[in-house]
Each structure stands twice: as C-alpha cells, then as structure tokens.
C-alpha cells in the first residue's frame, strides 16, 4: 500500500515556476515507479512525466520536454516535479501515481494503482 499527498500547486503568471510535492508513504515506495498526470477541465488524464525506483531513468512527454523535470528524493519519501517557463495551457489539476504495471506502460493511466488527490495548477496569461 502507498498513500500519496501532492502539494505545492497554486496560481503563477504565464513564465514562472512551480515545484510539486508528492509525500509519500508506506513501506513499498523506494521500489515503485512513479507518475506524473494531469487533467485539464473536460480532458481527459494526461501523462506528463515518469521516474524509475531508483530515479536513475526519467521520462516525459514530448509536451513538457525541456520544461518539466521529474525528481525522487527516497529518503524522505517524496517525487517532485519542478515546472518552469510555465503557460496558461498547463492550467490543470495534477496528480502523482505509483506505478504497478511494468515500466514500459508508464504512460498509461491504468497501469497505476495509486493516487494522490490532485494538486490545482493555474496559470494566468
């Protein structure tokens, strides 16, 4: 079992930076996979970015390449996701998830079996 509580979301202007926070706990984290997602009113769950266990792989959408990087720190048992040069379309809530399918379907919601409860992103032009 793993419990997840993002934080860190908040309102920024079109080009600031936000860092999310995802505490996690539970004794299985520093072997699951983690996730970053997104959903935007009337879209659907979008994918943004995944790391590895040991945070030695990370991936992102093409979206978000460039701009959005994905962290673990397993010793206090938290992923972040650092957002920089940020835009109005990033508006969303976002969502981290532990990974229980295998690494190649980290981009796929349904692989992940749990999630934290969202954390409001809003970016104002």
């Known amino acids: 079992q793993v419990q997840l509580v993002e934080s860190g979301g908040g309102l920024v202007q079109a080009g600031g930076s936000l860092r999310l926070s995802c505490a996690a706990s539970g004794r299985t984290f520093n072997r699951q996979h983690m996730g970053w997602f997104r959903q935007a009113p009337g879209k659907e769950r979008e994918f943004v970015a995944a790391i590895t266990w040991s945070g030695g792989i990370t991936y992102n959408a093409d979206s978000v390449k460039g701009r959005f990087t994905i962290s673990r720190d397993n010793a206090k048992n938290t992923v972040y996701l650092q957002m920089n040069n940020l835009k109005p379309e990033h508006t969303a809530v976002y969502y981290c998830?532990?990974?229980?399918?295998?690494?190649?379907?980290?981009?796929?919601?349904?692989?992940?079996?749990?999630w934290g409860q969202g954390t409001q992103v809003t970016v104002s032009a």
């Open positions: 998830a532990a990974l229980t399918g295998d690494w190649s379907k980290r981009k796929r919601p349904y692989e992940y079996g749990y």
